[in-house]
């Protein structure tokens, strides 16, 4: 077998949708958590999902998942509604990365893979040897082959998040939803996650990724989506929208963007916010807080 | 940064790295599969030469043999009397034991990925009780004829109200399934005290004990039915719910996202296992720790995925369980301890060192 039974699957450009979100609205408690959201995302792009902690990045995720169900609204991927298709034909277009994966159960590197198949299974009769193939293509891909065995408990933080990644791809899927796909990685893994996404994306699947960290978006986003409150604030291309007038408006913090010295993107450089956690007043700056507050963070 | 091998997508990306664990695993999962059948089909053959009377294995057999038409040779020299204590007696309850052993491991395995709780067994859904109030009140009435059918109505009671329970506040998950049993459970076994308090006398308090711990000295032909009944036409379908079973290993959310229906999957495993649990209690009352320390014991062994833990745990349970019986009947005889007893002092130490195992895998 080789790498193209992952690529043939993982759709070709010009023939892949786009994705279309129509006042999407769902409620928790009786309490409106989305409240009409439309976008349109376009295909083999990656776009990143900002806005402060409750603003409903993780639900706008599983309800294009339909991990939840929205109560009104509609979401089509390449002209079909998403929403209405059977679970198993939506679970082959659409793959969701969880953010902290966790299992008590003593699995393979390879089983959890081997999940990803879930959707093009059929029957007892089905044998995993049917799906070799494409769950060492995902492993190989994300640099995982010799994991194959390892247990998934044992493994850091980042070749976790890097299995995850390869469940999620031997889903074939077009669509790769990811919640917070950075958390809890140190800086390293950070970034080999993120240039993952760039070149899942060149492959021509389509990434959603919910993002804290504005400067991953920054950095790797074709697009960027603000939420607040359940509401897009705004959305468009990223060196667009990622403004200091944004950011103030949604954290309450002003900022900086500059262009970065090499890769020219925009970098977002914050000012402490002066109510808690400035520069101590007679304190010496260079001792009490080095770099941190005086240099940009990344 | 990545480095540039992930961008070679035109290049073969098979290793050189020899096929992995499908053949290991598969393997394993193959030689515990002919070891344990072999080891059950010795057991039972092997277990009925054990008891009070002094009955040869030869005898044994010939009996077995006779009634199952295949030697036709009549039973020889074996006297009516040892013919039926073999045939009316030893060899339906080693059936049992099989059937009620490899019904309970199903049922714990199934439940123990159900509710992704590893403490989870057959009884979890207020079974165990609610059988035992059924049973308990026919016993005192003196209806035991209709001990098993009372205990099953009781069982299916029970798992009716924790599911609709469970069901009432919202989506059946994990959590709420484990706590709406543990409701019913407590004011069933409540119900069961108040009524045992007030009414048992003499011996129909041993008779009670006994069934509160689970016992095989009931089984007859009928029971055979029942027990190996349920285990096929509950047991074997339910085996095929495995795949669904590894997708909730990461969660309902998670297995929602592979598409799987995950409350319609849940409610019919669910409801399926604890019917089969239902006819196992039916028969023997609550014998516990066979369904929470056998689905361990082979996870252990060939990894946690349900398509080799679910047959091999049925397996490994009907050995199990044919030899905790032989034990219970024939170390202190003439008297019977309740198996359940011998299960949990097998099954407690054996649990001990699961958990010690865990710790060191994680």
Not at chain 2, 48 to 62: E, L, M, Y
Not at chain 2, 67 to 72: D, I, V
């Amino acid at each position: 077998m080789t790498a193209s039974t992952l690529d043939t699957a993982a759709v070709d450009p010009a023939s892949s949708g786009r994705l279309s979100l129509t006042r999407v609205l769902f409620r928790r408690d009786s309490a409106l958590v989305i409240d009409g959201v439309s976008a349109t995302i376009e295909p083999g792009t990656v776009t990143a999902l900002i806005g402060p902690n409750g603003a409903g990045k993780t639900t706008l995720l599983h309800l294009i998942a339909k991990t939840l169900t929205a109560e009104s609204g509609s979401i089509e991927y390449a002209g079909t509604d998403l929403l209405r298709m059977p679970r198993r034909r939506r679970a082959a277009i659409v793959a969701l990365g969880e953010q902290d994966a966790f299992t008590d159960l003593a699995l393979t590197v390879f089983d959890v893979v081997m999940l990803g198949r879930t959707p093009y299974r059929r029957g007892f009769a089905d044998s995993d040897a049917d799906h070799f193939a494409v769950v060492d293509t995902a492993l190989s891909r994300l640099g995982m082959t010799d994991f194959a065995d390892r247990l998934y408990g044992t493994l850091s933080g980042g070749e976790r998040q890097r299995v995850n990644f390869a469940r999620a791809l031997a889903q074939q899927p077009q669509l790769l939803l990811l919640d917070e796909p950075t958390n809890h990685l140190d800086i390293r893994a950070q970034l080999e996650t993120l240039a993952l996404v760039r070149d899942l994306s060149e492959s021509g699947i389509t990434v959603v990724a919910a993002l804290h960290d504005l400067n991953h978006a920054a950095a790797y986003a074709d697009q960027v989506i603000v939420l607040a409150e359940g509401r897009v604030l705004t959305a468009g291309r990223t060196v667009e929208v990622l403004t200091p007038e944004l950011i103030r408006g949604v954290y309450s913090v002003t900022a900086d963007v500059v262009r970065h010295p090499r890769t020219g993107r925009p970098l977002i450089i914050y000012d402490a916010p002066a109510s808690r956690g400035g520069v101590p007043d007679g304190a010496d700056p260079d001792a009490a807080v080095p770099d941190a507050a005086l240099t940009p963070a990344r | 940064m990545r480095s540039p091998a992930t961008r070679q997508r035109q290049s073969p990306v098979r290793s050189d790295h020899a096929p992995r664990r499908p053949g290991g695993r598969l393997g394993r999962t193959g030689f515990w599969a002919v070891l344990l059948t072999v080891l059950l089909v010795v057991s039972v053959l092997y277990a009925v030469t054990f008891g009070p009377a002094d009955i040869t294995a030869q005898d044994a057999w010939a009996s077995i043999v006779h009634h199952l038409g295949l030697g036709g040779s009549g039973t020889g020299d074996l006297t009516p009397l040892r013919d039926g204590i073999v045939w009316q007696l030893r060899f339906p309850r080693v059936l049992t034991a099989a059937a009620v052993g490899a019904g309970l491991a199903l049922s714990g395995a199934i439940m123990q990925a159900v509710t992704r709780n590893p403490l989870a067994d057959p009884y979890l859904l207020g079974l165990s009780s609610g059988a035992s109030l059924g049973a308990v009140a026919v016993i005192l009435l003196g209806a035991t004829l209709f001990v098993s059918a009372a205990a099953f109505l009781g069982a299916v009671l029970a798992l009716l109200i924790t599911l609709v329970l469970a069901g009432a506040a919202g989506p059946i998950t994990p959590t709420r399934t484990v706590l709406a049993g543990l409701a019913v459970s407590s004011l069933f076994a409540a119900a069961t005290s108040l009524v045992i308090f007030w009414t048992a006398a003499g011996d129909s308090y041993r008779e009670i004990l006994s069934w509160l711990l689970g016992s095989l000295s009931g089984a007859d032909w009928p029971a055979v039915a029942i027990a190996v009944g349920a285990v096929l036409i509950v047991g074997l379908p339910l085996m095929a719910s495995a795949r669904t079973l590894d997708s909730f290993a990461f969660g309902d959310t998670a297995a929602a996202a592979l598409g799987v229906n995950v409350p319609a999957a849940r409610w019919v495993i669910l409801a399926a296992t604890a019917l089969l649990t239902g006819a196992m209690v039916s028969v023997s009352g609550s014998i516990g720790f066979v369904g929470l320390i056998l689905p361990h014991a082979v996870r252990l062994l060939t990894g946690p995925r349900h398509r080799s833990l679910l047959p091999l745990s049925a397996l490994a349970g009907a050995v199990f369980l044919i030899w905790t019986d032989t034990a219970a009947r024939t170390l202190f005889e003439p008297r019977e301890l309740p198996v359940g007893i011998i299960t949990a002092l097998v099954g407690a130490p054996v649990f001990a060192i699961v958990m010690m195992r865990r710790k060191k895998m994680s």
